[in-house]
């Protein structure tokens, strides 16, 4: 069982940056691949960043590439995934979250655990 919480989202001007957490605890995290994946309002959830649990390789979208960083951190005391988001734009505007899975991929269905996302709004 993996258990995952989402931090760092807020208000920021177009062309700031921010840095979402995402602390995982459980047993296994480190068999789990990791995501990140975004819902803007009135759209479905899509594919934003992925990283091996290795730490490498990583995946981006082509809306983000470029622009948004995703690392894994781990430790005797905390396993962390953390997306580096620069040059943010209006339309990065979305709930962000960070899914757990058996391997990287772009599809949600791999991932089995999910945290409970973080709103991310880029003002214009």
């Known amino acids: 069982q993996v258990q995952l919480v989402e931090s760092g989202g807020g208000l920021v001007q177009a062309g700031g940056s921010l840095t979402l957490s995402c602390r995982a605890s459980?047993?296994?995290?480190?068999?789990?691949?990791m995501g990140w994946f975004r819902q803007a309002p009135g759209k479905g959830r899509e594919f934003a960043a992925a990283?091996?649990?290795?730490?490498?390789?990583?995946?981006?979208a082509d809306s983000v590439k470029g622009r948004f960083t995703i690392t894994i951190y781990r430790d005797s005391a905390k396993n962390t995934v953390y997306q580096q988001m620069n040059s943010l734009k209006h339309e990065d505007t979305a709930v962000y979250y960070c899914?757990?899975?058996?391997?990287?991929?772009?599809?949600?269905?791999?991932?089995?655990?999910w945290g409970q996302g973080t709103q991310v709004t880029v003002s214009s």
């Open positions: 899914a757990a899975g058996n391997y990287m991929s772009r599809t949600q269905l791999v991932y089995n655990y």
């Open positions: 459980g047993r296994t995290f480190s068999s789990h691949a």
């Open positions: 990283i091996s649990r290795t730490g490498a390789p990583t995946d981006y």
